[in-house]
């Protein structure tokens, strides 16, 4: 069983920055691929960003490529989003998400095995 406890989210200006961290309760971390996800009010869940057991691979939401960054920290079983030149439209509940499959769709929240309950990001215009 994996634990995943995410926090940093808040109210921003547009434009500012956030990082969002997601506290991972597992014996081994580099066993799981991790990824972000988030929820705007009414809409479906979607895929953020995705980083590989190892951290050698990254992937991206097109919209978000450029601002923002996901790393993972092994000493600490941590995964983070950091997110800059945040826009309106980033307002959402962040989540955190681990896999164990060996292969799998990274950008497809039903091939998650371990969700975190959520951070709120609020960007105001």
């Known amino acids: 069983q994996v634990q995943l406890v995410e926090s940093g989210g808040g109210l921003v200006q547009a434009g500012g920055s956030l990082k969002l961290s997601c506290a991972a309760s597992v014996r081994t971390f580099t066993g799981y691929a991790m990824g972000w996800f988030r929820q705007a009010p009414g809409k479906e869940r979607e895929f953020v960003a995705a980083i590989s057991w190892i951290g050698d691979r990254t992937y991206y939401k097109d919209s978000v490529k450029g601002r923002f960054t996901i790393s993972r920290d092994f000493a600490k079983n941590t995964l983070y989003l950091q997110m800059n030149s945040l826009k309106a439209d980033d307002t959402a509940?962040?989540?955190?998400?681990?896999?164990?499959?060996?292969?799998?769709?990274?950008?497809?929240?039903?091939?998650?095995?371990?969700?975190?309950q959520g951070t709120q990001v609020t960007v105001s215009s």
Do not use: H, I, K, T
Not at 93 to 116: E, I, K, L
């Open 93 to 116: 509940v962040y989540y955190c998400a681990a896999s164990s499959r060996y292969d799998f769709n990274y950008r497809a929240a039903d091939d998650y095995d371990f969700w975190g």
